[in-house]
């Protein structure tokens, strides 16, 4: 027999006291009335596999029964009343926790993974703290290191919040495309969220977000599209500290609402699974989606996060906001960024959106700013009349991680416990290690097809650069990448002499100085 859903159980964690907390925080706000059939802690029967939507826009309910006190008259006057100053909670009023409850599923399909979540029973999922059914729709124990980010990201913004605003409700979080739940039970249990909002636009889930978020007293559970969930957030004004918006496909049309329902200083943490458009495979297709010019790059999981974020920036600069990434990263297959949304946009915010040029017969790189674009000056090729440079853009041409909010994650509560996976550790530290600057770098392979022979070692091959003058680290967003802002000869020459030496030139060779 299962055990119940909810918190793990184990070794008695942090966050079991902050599971109750935040449901008496919820509770003391007072409010509306319980959530009905939507609020987590119901007890409806777990029904058979979900018939995940082809179109879960088309099969969205609308019906109150569905989704919810939403649709109560009363309900809308009361949120329009007090609402929603910036920074106050907004969530709807808390459901009674309910008793643990046990689920009978009949989807067998998990097994062994190597993600670090444990497969307790067929079905059931283990990660982190929190323990909960799979269902029969999307899961994917692959993406565990993102999870354990948001994790670890929720409880730095928590504290944060506790700090800055003591007297005003926890963290409140939006898992707009939440599959089984898993981001939102583990926000709830381990970042102790004072609410969390679990939504996905697949009605047949709905069952199965309750039973899981059962065991936490501050969800509320909803099968609504995003789209028109945001847009109810923007009627009522209410806001959220963290919004998770786990897409398939590509999200931009989502961008300016969700930004629109994050709180002054709250992140947004964004995925997109459309690999081709921002890697230069779908050229017609990124003009659309992303508002630029995408062309095949080496260095082309971090261009797509790149234009992901460019997106973000403009949606937020149209809307008089400001804009700053705290993280960002992939695995070739899903490109996630957090962003932080500020008041207004920092000083020469502008200079941060530009081009990035790369020529494929030399295999240069030039970056411009779109405030001070002029001509590009001359690449390696020797016959200019034939050079090509392949130009993407408009483009984030700014850092791609924040090294404080990175640092304060790698102290939360989170970072020593259950909450982060191994790969989620590797993850981190690698984040780390690289702010993302300047928007330029190279596989190593393309070194060695430059210079001939093996690829030079990347750790001399850094130090090297920096000791002659230059800035230079691993990319943190593809393996076997280098970033510098070394002039492409120099960085050749000094790649052909750690290559050649196999150590480090010293700091003054004559030859490789500027
Ligand atoms: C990538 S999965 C989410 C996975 C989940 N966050 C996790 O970590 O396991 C995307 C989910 O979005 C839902 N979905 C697709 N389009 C949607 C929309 N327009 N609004 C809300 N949910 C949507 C799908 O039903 C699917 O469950």
């Known amino acids: 027999m299962q055990g119940a859903l909810g918190q793990a159980p ?3 964690r942090p966050a079991a006291s ?23 802690g119901g007890t409806q029967p777990i029904g058979p596999p979900s018939q995940a939507a082809a179109n879960p826009e088309a099969r969205s309910r609308e019906s109150s029964s569905q989704e919810g006190t939403s649709q109560d008259p009363r309900s809308q006057a009361q949120h329009s009343q007090a609402q929603h100053r910036q920074g106050e909670a907004n969530l709807d009023s808390p459901s009674q926790a309910a008793a643990s409850q046990e689920g009978v599923f009949e989807d067998s399909r998990l097994g062994a993974s190597s993600a670090g979540e444990r497969v307790v029973d067929p079905g059931t999922i283990e990660e982190g703290a929190v323990r909960l059914q799979a269902g029969s729709g999307f899961f994917r124990p692959e993406s565990r290191p993102s999870r354990d980010l948001g994790v670890l990201l929720a409880q730095h913004l928590a504290a944060q919040r506790r700090r800055d605003r003591p007297e005003a409700p926890g963290l409140r979080v939006l898992d707009l495309m939440a599959g089984c739940g898993i981001r939102s039970l583990r926000y709830g249990i381990e970042a102790g969220a004072a609410g969390v909002w679990a939504n996905d636009a697949d009605p047949d889930r709905l069952a199965l977000l309750q039973a899981n978020l059962a065991g936490f007293g501050g969800g509320r559970c909803t099968t609504r599209t995003a789209q028109k969930l945001l847009a109810g957030c923007l009627l009522r004004e209410q806001r ?3 919004i998770d918006l786990d897409a398939f496909g590509c999200p931009s049309a989502l961008v300016p609402l969700a930004l629109e329902a994050l709180a002054f200083d709250g992140v947004l943490y964004l995925a997109s699974t459309d690999g081709r458009s921002p890697t230069g495979h779908d050229r017609p297709a990124a003009i659309r989606s992303l508002g630029a010019a995408a062309r095949a790059h080496p260095a082309s999981w971090e261009l797509a996060l790149r234009l992901q974020l460019g997106v973000q920036a403009r949606a937020a600069w149209v809307l008089g906001r400001g804009l700053e990434p705290v993280f960002s990263f992939s695995e070739g297959r899903t490109f996630r960024t957090a962003v932080r949304l500020r008041r207004k946009p920092g000083p020469q915010a502008e200079r941060l959106l530009g081009l990035l040029a790369h020529c494929h017969g030399c295999g240069d790189q030039q970056v411009q700013n779109l405030l001070q674009l002029r001509q590009w000056r001359p690449c390696l090729c020797p016959d200019q009349a034939n050079a090509r440079l392949s130009i993407s853009g408009p483009l984030w041409i700014g850092p791609l991680q924040d090294p404080a909010s990175l640092e304060a994650m790698a102290s939360a509560p989170g970072a020593d416990s259950a ?5 989620g550790a590797r993850l981190l530290v690698k984040l780390r290690r690289d702010d993302g600057l300047p928007a330029r770098c190279w596989p190593l392979a393309e070194l060695a097809k430059r210079l001939g022979g093996g690829p030079p070692p990347l750790e001399p091959l850094v130090q090297a650069l920096r000791q002659q003058g230059w800035s230079a680290q691993a990319s943190a967003v593809m393996p076997a990448q280098l970033r510098s802002d070394a002039p492409w000869d120099r960085l050749l020459a000094v790649a052909a002499h750690v290559s050649q030496a196999g150590a480090a030139p010293a700091p003054h060779d004559a030859a490789l100085n500027r």
């Not at 909450?419 to 790969?423: G, K, N, Y």
């Open 419 to 423: 909450s982060l996976s191994p790969a």
């Open 10 to 12: 184990g070794p008695v």
């Open 18 to 40: 902050l599971s109750r907390g935040a449901a008496r925080r919820l509770n003391e706000l007072g409010g509306e009335g319980a959530i009905a059939e939507g609020t987590a």
């Open 240 to 242: 959220f500290d963290l």
